[in-house]
């Protein structure tokens, strides 16, 4: 079904597992994914974004965030096509400073609070594996979650259901014993595909296009989440 604006009464009780993606639901990672791309860009011989600049593309891999940002800048290809690109991008992310993508208000409190109900958690995202444990360990939240699967963890990025399969069978949980947090309709339409109810955290890096899937819930602030009392 799908949720109205605002928090519905959502039932956690039925919940064992939550999955969540990490750029834009658990960290604000535009600030460094902007940087990444812009030194990218430089390395390649081509005018350093503008002030502002926002990201045509928030949800892809690293190969589709940066290609369409040459797209947009009217700019070639590198001669090593989508692979070259992508690793450039890898690259100057990671170069990036610790603790330079934060948390989203209410992040941590929503995590312990949901593990200390015994519910498993995980990570499931287009980011490079390395690198989203790099990040998530900058953030003080690794030690949280049992999974985290990347987007070679399988050889398939979201939205294709395989990255979701891949958390489930490893955190041994079922698709209708879980639920996965995201912002983008990658996320969305990768639950869908698992068969995985989705929760829409509306603040992150996606657009109208999420409507266009099921959600179970649909939120702004991780403070308006809360469980029943015990």
């Given amino acids: 079904m799908h949720s109205k604006d605002g928090i519905p009464g959502f039932d956690w009780s039925g919940v ?11 960290l604000n990672t535009e600030y460094v994914i902007v ?16 002030e502002g600049y926002h990201m045509p593309n928030m949800f892809g891999t690293a190969a589709d965030l940066m290609l369409d940002v040459l797209h947009e800048r009217g700019v070639p290809v590198p001669p ?3 692979a070259e690109a992508g690793a450039l991008f890898e690259r100057f992310y990671a170069a990036q400073p610790s603790g330079a993508a934060p948390l989203y208000d209410g992040v941590l409190d929503w995590l312990q609070a949901a593990q200390a109900r015994g519910i498993k958690l995980a990570v499931c995202t287009n980011k490079q594996h ?3 444990l790099k990040g998530l360990e900058a953030a003080g939240i690794l030690h949280l979650f049992e999974v ?5 963890s399988c050889g398939v990025a979201k939205p294709a259901p395989e990255p979701l399969f891949h958390t489930l069978s490893h955190l041994k949980v079922s698709a209708q014993d879980t639920v996965f947090f995201g912002d983008t309709h990658a996320d969305a339409g990768c639950a869908e595909a698992a068969g995985v109810r989705f929760v829409w955290f509306k603040s992150g890096f996606g657009t109208e296009r ?3 899937f099921a959600q179970v819930l649909s939120f702004t602030q991780y403070s308006e989440l809360a469980f029943a009392p015990a």
Wanted: proline residues 5%; aromatic residues 2%; neutral net charge.
């Fill in 80 to 82: 090593g096509g989508r």
């Fill in 35 to 50: 940087q990444a791309a812009n030194h990218a860009l430089v390395h390649l011989g081509h005018a350093p974004l503008p």
């Fill in 130 to 132: 390395a690198l989203a």
């Fill in 16 to 26: 064992r597992a939550m999955v969540f993606d990490m750029d834009g639901t658990l």
């Fill in 210 to 212: 999420v409507r266009e």
């Fill in 148 to 152: 985290v699967t990347g987007r070679d």
